[in-house]
Structures are given as structure tokens and as C-alpha cells.
């Protein structure tokens, strides 16, 4: 009885084994994926939280950093200080941001200060100024956003050219690049320049403008270089940047961004008008102030595209033999429509419309006799001297055959 016992234990636990090595097993992290996929493409779109959660600790520390780990990504402003350590702070300066134990102002240039001096300081409240108070909580060296996004979310760096390959080797020797994501404050040559001989590495192009043949240079090199995501920024709201002569450009595994934190959006609003607009425009990786508004959106999204690939596969093959021309005209129209929506990057104004349009059009299908075509030709010029030639030709031909025949 007890080597029955064992040997059915034995087989229970080879079974359960064999069942879990048969799963798939997941590697990579969420931060990892979403840093791919500035560079691999796909049809979501991505929510980028512009320093961490700031309405509810301040910018750029530790504490926003994990109140927004539920999101696709989250970018930091990063500086170095005098002794060469990366910390978080937007500015140039700690004036806006820092404060004395005591609560007084402190000025200063980031670069002025040790890693340790700044430790000392306490950060204002929420996005900072003199009229926010002090709060508890300190200014961040860049490892302590690793340990909090840890594998969760990934970290979009804000970072100037001179500072770049420094954070990019105290990066590299925190074994993070994998969860990064580049954004060079340079123009997009420089960006190249700077990233063309490192391999494996996520970074943003960059064109801020309202001048085309730019802008479309911007992208081309962009692009040749294995950058895939760029950034695209102007005031100008019915500009370049929102045409379609320069947004056809991003299909397939390519990305365009654009922030709405700073009015170069078109100076389009943070919120849900603003973002399907532009996301009909061809843009997939937005940064926000309102991260938990644009993720909601993105679901909707999601579910709408869900819900219109559904009708597509219900529809595409119906039999349209006993319906009217007209009825089956406006019916593959949209449901071509429809068709080109599928796996790429759309608004949910977009799909909601579309789908709303295909399920109308199928329901409005009516049985009758097809109309007949009558074919028209219009004589131009072209026309009259093609047929001429043609007639010559076919003459020519045929006085030739004529003569080969009577000489035979």
C-alpha cells in the first residue's frame, strides 16, 4: 500500500512537472515590452505619465514615480550633479522644486550641488513654486526610479546631449536599458550621431517645427537610422505635424509622439478632444498630465476596435448577389472602411463612427434587380488619334499579309 502511495505521488508530480514546463513562460517584463515597442511597432497606443503622478507627490520623485506604475510609461526629467550623479529635476535649477528643513527657498544650479547636499533638501508639494509648501519627501538619485518602476513600468528619460552618455553608462551598469526609453533634448541629427554605434538601445527622434521639407527630413533620417519613434512638436495647430502628407509616414513599426504638456501639441487640451484628435492623425505615444483620463480612453479604445474587428469578421463574407447596386456599393464601402481600421492605431471617435457606418450600411442592404452599366466613351483628342493609328496599323497588317499570300 505504501509503494502504491508513492508511486502515485510520483506520477501526480511528474504530471504537474511536464503540464508547467508545457506553459509558456514570460520573461520580459511589462516595462521591457512597452520599451520594445517604441521600436517594433503595434497598434496601441501608449500613455506615457508625465513625471509620475505630480497632482499627488511631487514631480519627478520617488513616491509619483510609484503612484503611477499602473501606467504604459512614465518619463523623468534627469541632471547631473557636481559629483556626476543623475537625479531627478526638471529645471536647471533646484529653485522651484526645493526647500530647507525649515521651509525656507534654496537656489542653486543642480550642477553646483554633491548628490549628497541635494539629499538634504525637501521638495515642495505637487508641480512646485512658491506658493506650494514643503513636503517630506526628497530629491531622488535615478537607481531609486528603477528599484520603484521595478519591471512595472517603463522609464522615458528627459535628458540633455551633454549628459547622455553618462546616464547611459550608469544605465547600462544598473542592467535597466531594456526598461528605457532615450529622449534627447537635440535635434534628431544630433540624437543619430550620439546613438548610431550602441546597439540595443530604445531612444526618441525629435523635430519641433512647423516647416515640411524639415520635418519630412527629420523623419527620413529618423528612420534610416532604426529610430522608429519620433517626437513632433509645434504650436501651430492646423500645421505640417498634422497633416497627412507627413503622417502617412507612420505605419507599420513606426511611432509618432507628441506631449501635451507643453502646448506643442497644436496647443490642443490634455484631455479626451484633444487626444482623439490627434490619435486620428496618426499620433500613437502620447505624454500626459492626466494619465488615469488617457488610460481610460485607451480602454475604450480597445474595446471599440475589439467590437468593429468583430462586425468585419461577421460581415466580409455575405452574399451580396441579391442586393440592389446602390445598397451594395455603400455596403463594401464600409466595410472597407472598416477593413483599413483594423491593426493600425485609430481614435475612438474613429471606430465608434466606422462601426456605427458598417453595421447601417449592412442593415440597409435591399433586394432588387442589379442596374444595368452603360458604358460611355467620350472622343478626345487622344482617343481619336489612337484609333487612327490603330486602323493604320491594322491596315498595314493586312495589305502585307495580302501580298505574302499572292507571292506564295
Same mark, same amino acid.
Given at each position: 500500500?505504501?509503494?502504491?502511495?508513492?508511486?502515485?505521488?510520483?506520477?501526480?508530480?511528474?504530471?504537474?512537472?511536464?503540464?508547467?514546463?508545457?506553459?509558456?513562460?514570460?520573461?520580459?517584463?511589462?516595462?521591457? !515590452?512597452?520599451?520594445?515597442?517604441?521600436? &517594433?511597432?503595434?497598434?496601441?497606443?501608449?500613455?506615457?505619465? %508625465?513625471?509620475?503622478?505630480? %497632482?499627488?507627490?511631487?514631480?519627478?520623485?520617488?513616491?509619483?514615480?510609484?503612484?503611477?506604475?499602473? +501606467? @504604459?510609461?512614465?518619463?523623468?526629467?534627469?541632471?547631473?550633479?557636481?559629483?556626476?550623479?543623475?537625479?531627478?529635476?526638471?529645471? !536647471?535649477?533646484?529653485?522651484?522644486?526645493?526647500? &530647507?528643513?525649515?521651509?525656507?527657498?534654496?537656489?542653486?544650479?543642480?550642477?553646483?550641488?554633491?548628490? #549628497?547636499?541635494?539629499?538634504?533638501?525637501?521638495?515642495?508639494?505637487?508641480?512646485?513654486?512658491?506658493?506650494?509648501?514643503?513636503?517630506?519627501?526628497?530629491?531622488?538619485?535615478?537607481?531609486?526610479?528603477? #528599484?520603484?518602476?521595478?519591471?512595472?513600468?517603463?522609464?522615458?528619460?528627459?535628458?540633455?546631449?551633454?549628459?547622455?552618455?553618462?546616464?547611459?553608462?550608469?544605465?547600462?551598469?544598473?542592467?535597466?536599458? @531594456?526598461?528605457?526609453?532615450?529622449?534627447?533634448?537635440?535635434?534628431?541629427?544630433?540624437?543619430?550621431?550620439?546613438?548610431?554605434?550602441?546597439?540595443?538601445?530604445?531612444?526618441?527622434?525629435?523635430?519641433?517645427?512647423?516647416?515640411?521639407?524639415?520635418?519630412?527630413?527629420?523623419?527620413?533620417?529618423? +528612420?534610416?537610422?532604426?529610430?522608429?519613434?519620433?517626437?513632433?512638436?509645434?504650436?501651430?495647430?492646423?500645421?505640417?505635424?498634422?497633416?497627412? +502628407?507627413?503622417?502617412?509616414?507612420?505605419?507599420?513599426?513606426?511611432?509618432?509622439?507628441?506631449?501635451?504638456? &507643453?502646448?506643442?501639441?497644436?496647443?490642443?487640451?490634455? &484631455?479626451?478632444?484633444?487626444?482623439?484628435?490627434?490619435?486620428?492623425?496618426?499620433?500613437?505615444?502620447?505624454?500626459?498630465?492626466?494619465?488615469?483620463?488617457?488610460?481610460?480612453?485607451?480602454?475604450?479604445? !480597445?474595446?471599440?476596435?475589439?467590437?468593429?474587428?468583430?462586425?468585419?469578421?461577421?460581415?466580409?463574407?455575405?452574399?451580396?448577389?441579391?442586393?440592389?447596386?446602390?445598397?451594395?456599393?455603400? +455596403?463594401?464601402?464600409?466595410?472597407?472602411?472598416?477593413?483599413?481600421?483594423?491593426?493600425?492605431?485609430?481614435?475612438?471617435?474613429?471606430?465608434?463612427?466606422?462601426?456605427? #457606418?458598417?453595421?447601417?450600411? %449592412?442593415?440597409?442592404?435591399?433586394?432588387?434587380?442589379?442596374?444595368?452599366?452603360?458604358?460611355?466613351?467620350?472622343?478626345?483628342?487622344?482617343?481619336?488619334?489612337?484609333?487612327?493609328?490603330?486602323?493604320?496599323?491594322?491596315?498595314? !497588317?493586312?495589305?502585307?499579309?495580302?501580298?505574302?499570300?499572292?507571292?506564295?
Amino acid at each position: 500500500m505504501v509503494n502504491f502511495c508513492k508511486k502515485t505521488a510520483f506520477l501526480l508530480l511528474s504530471l504537474i512537472f511536464f503540464t508547467l514546463s508545457a506553459l509558456p513562460v514570460a520573461f520580459a517584463s511589462d516595462a521591457s !515590452e512597452t520599451a520594445k515597442s517604441f521600436s &517594433n511597432g503595434g497598434s496601441e497606443i501608449i500613455c506615457i505619465a %508625465h513625471r509620475g503622478d505630480w %497632482h499627488s507627490f511631487p514631480e519627478n520623485s520617488v513616491e509619483a514615480v510609484n503612484a503611477a506604475l499602473d +501606467f @504604459d510609461a512614465v518619463s523623468v526629467d534627469v541632471r547631473l550633479t557636481s559629483d556626476g550623479k543623475p537625479v531627478l529635476m526638471a529645471d !536647471e535649477t533646484v529653485d522651484r522644486m526645493c526647500v &530647507n528643513s525649515d521651509g525656507s527657498s534654496v537656489k542653486g544650479a543642480v550642477s553646483s550641488f554633491t548628490l #549628497a547636499q541635494l539629499k538634504e533638501f525637501f521638495l515642495r508639494e505637487s508641480n512646485g513654486g512658491s506658493d506650494k509648501g514643503k513636503t517630506d519627501y526628497r530629491v531622488a538619485e535615478l537607481k531609486e526610479i528603477y #528599484a520603484v518602476a521595478d519591471g512595472k513600468t517603463a522609464v522615458v528619460l528627459n535628458i540633455s546631449e551633454a549628459d547622455f552618455k553618462t546616464v547611459y553608462d550608469y544605465v547600462t551598469a544598473l542592467g535597466k536599458n @531594456d526598461e528605457t526609453v532615450y529622449r534627447i533634448n537635440a535635434k534628431s541629427k544630433r540624437i543619430v550621431e550620439l546613438t548610431k554605434d550602441i546597439d540595443n538601445i530604445t531612444v526618441t527622434g525629435n523635430y519641433q517645427g512647423n516647416i515640411i521639407f524639415l520635418a519630412t527630413a527629420a523623419v527620413k533620417e529618423c +528612420f534610416q537610422n532604426k529610430i522608429y519613434t519620433i517626437e513632433l512638436g509645434s504650436t501651430n495647430g492646423n500645421g505640417v505635424l498634422y497633416d497627412n +502628407f507627413l503622417m502617412k509616414r507612420f505605419v507599420g513599426d513606426k511611432r509618432a509622439m507628441v506631449s501635451m504638456v &507643453n502646448g506643442r501639441c497644436g496647443k490642443r487640451s490634455d &484631455n479626451e478632444t484633444g487626444w482623439d484628435d490627434l490619435i486620428s492623425r496618426g499620433y500613437s505615444v502620447i505624454e500626459t498630465d492626466f494619465p488615469d483620463e488617457l488610460t481610460d480612453y485607451i480602454k475604450r479604445t !480597445e474595446a471599440a476596435a475589439t467590437d468593429l474587428e468583430k462586425y468585419v469578421d461577421l460581415y466580409k463574407d455575405t452574399d451580396l448577389s441579391p442586393y440592389s447596386t446602390e445598397t451594395e456599393k455603400d +455596403f463594401v464601402s464600409a466595410l472597407d472602411s472598416a477593413q483599413a481600421l483594423i491593426g493600425n492605431p485609430s481614435s475612438l471617435s474613429e471606430l465608434t463612427e466606422t462601426c456605427s #457606418a458598417l453595421r447601417s450600411a %449592412h442593415d440597409s442592404l435591399t433586394v432588387g434587380a442589379k442596374k444595368s452599366v452603360a458604358l460611355k466613351f467620350s472622343f478626345t483628342p487622344g482617343r481619336i488619334i489612337a484609333v487612327i493609328l490603330c486602323a493604320a496599323a491594322f491596315t498595314v !497588317e493586312t495589305l502585307y499579309l495580302r501580298k505574302k499570300r499572292k507571292d506564295k
